[in-house]
């Protein structure tokens, strides 16, 4: 296959599914990013659509994909819907012939990943996916500190997120998050996919994918509770643990080596620590403004042939295919519409 043609600059981007997402995220960096221009928006209210484009300063909006995709001033599609519609708004892309950015998680399953990646294989056209920590400074530093070997050897990882249970007004129409319909899981899919993407990031796939899911304390049917184990390319062993019924807030990753030992939190903005036995050392690496702007940027890069972006839809499916590991179990089957059989999920309780 020959190699994608660069895009002249500047990219003029079109967003579908203009929502909370896109508000400070990641909106305002297609047009901070040299090269780069938001030009169109959308949504299916066409009423918030262009509240979104008078406050932003975006020339036009539509309550059309389909309108927004053929648009000829649009060269590239940013989807920020919940994952639910990524196939959807993905497979309009890759049939205009126009490289994609999709919100994370990739899709509902790997299946649906795959699905995306035939098409636009077959249209030649990239798509990349928004795991944007993989350039978030606190985690490039973390990739420098593994490179630079100052954990000496890693013989550890360790993973351990909780908080409290989401409050549910009506658990006949929970929010797109707790619907398998919308997000494909429950948050395990929304938040665990981050760590996972990180540690694929800094280690590599992740192999020997084992796990178990579990409704135990909430009043729908999807899981709250999700165990995993894997060990990296190297054999390092890693276990990784979520909670999303818990009294306490955890969010932290610990990676040990016969040299130091590495903390940090997923979701949070402290300082990195590295212990060793000599004491402790800091990094302060605060998050920009517009958490996405530093893949943005490098995305942006890569279409103008300048560059390359860390964040592919094969690096999102190898994230998708480890969640799918472990919750194939709970769900009976992933690679069909199981979203539309919740009553055959051997894992649910309710």
């Given amino acids: 296959m020959p190699a994608n043609p660069p895009l002249s600059s500047p990219i003029r981007w079109g967003i579908i599914g203009c929502g909370d997402v896109t508000e ?16 169109a928006v959308m949504r299916r209210d066409g009423a918030k659509a262009a509240d979104y484009a008078l406050r932003h300063g975006v020339p036009r909006w ?11 001033e649009v ?25 994609c950015y999709v919100e994370k998680p990739f899709a509902r399953s790997t299946a649906e990943c795959d699905a995306i990646l ?22 490039t530093q973390v990739k420098a500190l593994l490179a630079d ?4 050897t890693v013989t550890s990882i360790r993973l351990h997120f909780a908080c409290a249970a989401p409050v549910i007004a ?9 619907d398998a319909a919308n997000a494909g899981a429950g948050l395990f899919l929304d938040l665990g996919s981050h760590a996972l993407d990180l540690l694929d990031f800094f280690f590599g796939p992740l192999l020997n994918v084992h796990g178990h899911a ?55 903005n402290e300082p990195l620590r590295l212990q060793t036995r000599d004491g402790q050392q800091t990094f302060e690496r605060p998050n920009p403004p517009h958490v996405q702007q530093p893949l943005i940027e490098t995305l942006v890069n890569a279409l103008l042939g300048r560059g390359t ?33 919740p009553q055959t999920w051997p894992g649910r309780r309710v």
Avoid at 24 to 36: I, L, T, W, Y
Avoid at 77 to 97: Q, R, S
Avoid at 118 to 139: G, H, I
């Fill in 24 to 39: 400070v995220k990641s909106g305002p960096a297609f047009s901070k990013v040299p090269g780069s221009r938001l030009v």
């Fill in 62 to 72: 539509y309550d059309d994909a389909r309108a927004l995709v053929a648009d000829p």
């Fill in 75 to 99: 060269d590239a599609i940013y989807v920020a819907t919940p994952p639910g519609a990524h196939l959807d708004g993905a497979l309009l892309a890759a049939a205009a012939g126009k490289p």
């Fill in 118 to 139: 035939a098409a636009f294989r077959a249209a030649n056209a990239p798509v990349f996916v928004a795991y944007y920590r993989r350039c978030l400074p606190r985690f």
């Fill in 149 to 152: 070997h100052a954990l000496g």
């Fill in 170 to 178: 009506d658990s006949a129409n929970p929010p797109w998050r707790l």
């Fill in 214 to 268: 579990a409704n135990l304390a909430t009043p729908l049917p999807i899981e709250d509770s999700v165990a995993m184990t894997f060990t990296t390319a190297s054999g390092a062993p890693g276990v990784a643990t979520w909670n999303f019924t818990s009294a306490l807030h955890t969010d932290e990753v610990v990676i040990e080596g016969t040299a130091a030992r590495l903390s940090f939190s997923v979701f949070g």
């Fill in 309 to 341: 972006c860390p964040s592919t839809g094969e690096s999102a499916r190898r994230t998708s295919a480890a969640m799918d590991t472990v919750l194939n179990a709970y769900y009976g089957n992933r690679t069909d519409a199981f979203w539309t059989r």
